[in-house]
């Protein structure tokens, strides 16, 4: 795994994004010499073409990280791949466009852009080929070995089967647990030397997945195989960097406390992260403003009652603020007290319906936004009721109150809505890992992803 600004990438997906960034330069170079010798024109060194050529691949790579050309399905099918990268390309093509509109010769000829559009698809593709036979050879999984044959052993085995996976286990050491659930696991005293172990399997990184630590360490051999530049770390935090999530079945408030995350320099990461909600809220208020008057008629005319549903919820530090919303239910839905939504909710109206599968029903929280109760991103704000049970059944729940709520957020982008507590649970696993590690590069990457949220629909009830 690739760390940048404390959010790990597999290293997989950041080779694939490089070696596409490279693929656009050149399909955006060989549209512009194909229609200059159309037209008969001269276009000089390529030299006074990096800076459009530079727009160009960079415009196209964040459509494809929106839409989710980088995601788990994309990588693991040639099929679904091939379908986000036409949606990406047609997404990154319409924004050149609208900027050689508004800055006329500033990126790329808007003649070249059919070109373009043709030699990046199939550059593209054949670049997910050539890397999908490397990624069959297991060429960027890294190889680890496993210090436990328990149940956590077992966990990262199920976690190294996934096609996604970015490693693979060489060795399981058994480290005289009881309940061992993995067979062919070496026993601790046929390893005389881990060091050498190591060296032999061609390993990257030892990781702990012992059930109970205390007098069963050995810490000699691992003293000796960190020194030797292999990498040695924990079940947690081994997991949170493999999953992106932090695991509630392992967590203690020693990991939280000792870990790496929570730091101090997030003072400037939250005044970069109010600037961006001020100025972006304001500007989208703005550009929407005639869309919110538009569906609060039309939610007037499809249903009895006000246009804006108002309900209390839960921000930072556990203080309660009213959030504005579109209604998409009838007025009579929680007569009975606030409930999960369900698939096919029936409180749901025929405009409601649309508007939550579109996303246009947030768009009032924008003004939360500009008032400073929520940010952009952030964990999803509950209302007290859900606030005051779900802090009785699961662990560390309060935590996630440690940062604003946000209109999108790392759950959000993960994990499909649900509707149940084991739900909740999963859900808080990722608002954890976005409290321990926000920056605003990670909320960049959340903001992106949240295209992709909404072009499918994934998540919406």
């Known amino acids: ?56 691949a960079a415009v196209m790579l964040l459509a494809m990280i929106s839409v989710g050309v980088y995601g788990a399905a994309a990588l693991r099918s040639m099929r679904y791949a091939a379908a986000r990268l036409i949606v990406a390309v047609s997404l990154g093509i319409i924004t050149l466009a609208v900027i050689e509109f508004f800055i006329p010769g500033s990126a790329f000829w808007r003649s070249t852009l059919l070109y373009a559009i043709g030699l990046a698809i199939i550059a593209l593709v054949f670049n997910r080929l050539l890397v999908g036979w490397l990624l069959g050879a297991d060429a960027f999984r890294r190889r680890i070995v496993v210090l436990g044959d328990g149940k956590r052993a077992l966990r990262l085995k199920h976690l190294s089967e996934k096609p996604e996976s970015g490693f693979a286990i060489a060795e399981y050491v058994a480290m005289n647990e009881a309940n061992a659930v993995i067979e062919g696991a070496i026993p601790r005293a046929d390893v005389r030397d881990l060091g050498r172990l190591v060296d032999a399997r061609g390993v990257s990184e030892v990781v702990l997945a012992l059930e109970e630590r205390r007098n069963s360490l050995p810490l000699k051999d691992l003293l000796r195989v960190k020194t030797a530049g292999v990498d040695v770390n924990d079940f947690g935090t081994f997991m949170e960097r493999e999953t992106g999530r932090v695991d509630l079945d392992t967590l203690n408030p020693s ?60 921000g930072l530090y556990g203080e309660p603020f009213v959030l504005l919303k ?117 909320d960049l990457v959340i903001l992106l992803q949240t295209l992709r949220v909404i072009l499918w629909s994934e998540g919406a009830r």
């Open 255 to 314: 990991w939280l406390i000792f870990s790496d995350g929570f730091a101090s320099g997030r003072t400037v990461s939250a005044a970069v992260k109010r600037v961006f909600d001020v100025v972006v809220s304001l500007i989208l208020l703005a550009l929407t403003a005639p869309l919110i008057a538009l569906f609060a008629l039309l939610v007037k005319l499809d249903s009895p009652g006000p246009a804006l549903f108002r309900q209390t919820r839960i």
């Open 326 to 442: 579109l209604r998409s239910m009838r007025t009579d839905a929680e007569r009975d007290g606030a409930k999960w939504a369900t698939v096919n909710d029936p409180r749901v109206t025929r405009v409601g319906r649309f508007i939550r599968q579109v996303r246009i029903d947030e768009l009032p929280q924008l003004w939360t936004v500009l008032s400073g109760r929520m940010s952009f991103v952030g964990p999803r704000p509950e209302v007290p009721h859900f606030v005051a049970d779900l802090a009785q059944q699961l662990p560390y729940y309060a935590e996630r109150h440690m940062v604003k709520p946000g209109i999108t957020g790392w759950a959000q982008i993960n994990y499909p809505y649900g509707a149940s507590i084991e739900d909740a649970r999963h859900k808080l696993e990722y608002d954890l890992y976005y409290a321990k590690n926000y920056t605003p590069f990670l």
């Open 1 to 56: 795994m690739i760390r940048l600004f404390k959010h790990y990438f597999p290293h997989a997906v950041v080779v694939l994004a490089a070696l596409d960034f490279v693929v656009l330069l050149g399909a955006g170079e060989l549209a512009w010499q194909i229609r200059a010798n159309q037209i008969g024109s001269q276009l000089g060194s390529i030299v006074a073409r990096w800076t459009a050529l530079g727009v160009f």
